[in-house]
Every structure is written in C-alpha cells, then in structure tokens.
C-alpha cells in the first residue's frame, strides 16, 4: 500500500501511526498540538475546522510533508504567500479557518513541503 493512505479517525489529533509501508509516520493535526518530526519521514494532515496552532519541531524539508484535507485548491499557496516568522527563526503559517502550523527552525516555508 502507498504511503498515501487516509487517516481512519481511530487517531485524533497530534497521534501518529506508521503507514502501512513502513516508510513514513503520518500524524493528525488539529487543536493545539506538539508534533516532533525525526527517525521515519512524517506526513502531517492539516485538516480544515480543526483549529488551533500547531507547533511541528524537527521538520525536514526534503523528507517530511504537510498533507492539506478539506481545504479549497488555493489554500496552500495563500498560507505560503502570508507566511510570518514565528519570531524565533521558523515559519507560522495560517489557514483560512484560524489553523495555525509553526514549523520550527524552517525560515520560510515553500510549495515542496507540501505532499
């Protein structure tokens, strides 16, 4: 199975689970959670109504991914062309139902970290 798969509701907000390749760890996002990226590539779900600010730390780049669900065609490149510093060397980027993701250590974020 691709490592694409959809999140089954059994894991809320800020849990990851390995996907069924073994390759990658995929994490729900949504309220005010911690995520820590490291060992396995993540793929974070940013799902539209969930709120909050998420604060991803250990994000890489060219390994890990920020997954849009539920969000209009636009969404992605409206949250890099408004993106601010979060004031201590990452990126904080907003989504139009107030969701909020702080990738720490990452100075601007950009369309290939999106999967």
């Known amino acids: 199975m691709s490592a694409e798969l959809a999140m089954d509701g059994r894991f809320g907000a800020g849990h990851c689970r390995p996907c069924e390749d073994g390759a990658k ?3 729900a996002a949504g309220g005010n959670e911690a995520i820590t990226a490291g ?3 993540i793929l974070i779900d940013v799902r539209a109504g969930s709120g909050g ?3 991803v730390s250990g994000f890489r780049a060219s390994i890990d991914g920020l997954h849009l669900v539920g969000y209009g065609s636009s969404e992605q490149a409206s949250a ?3 993106q601010a510093s979060d ?3 990452g990126s904080l980027l907003a989504f139009s139902d107030g969701t909020r ?3 720490m250590g990452i100075a601007a974020a950009n369309q290939t970290m999106f999967a």
Do not use: F, P
Request: one cysteine or more; a positive charge; hydrophobic letters at 35%.
């Open 80 to 82: 890099i062309a408004t």
């Open 39 to 41: 060992g396995l590539s």
């Open 53 to 55: 600010l998420e604060t």
């Open 25 to 27: 760890k995929r994490c």
């Open 87 to 89: 004031g201590r060397g």
């Open 101 to 103: 993701v702080d990738l």
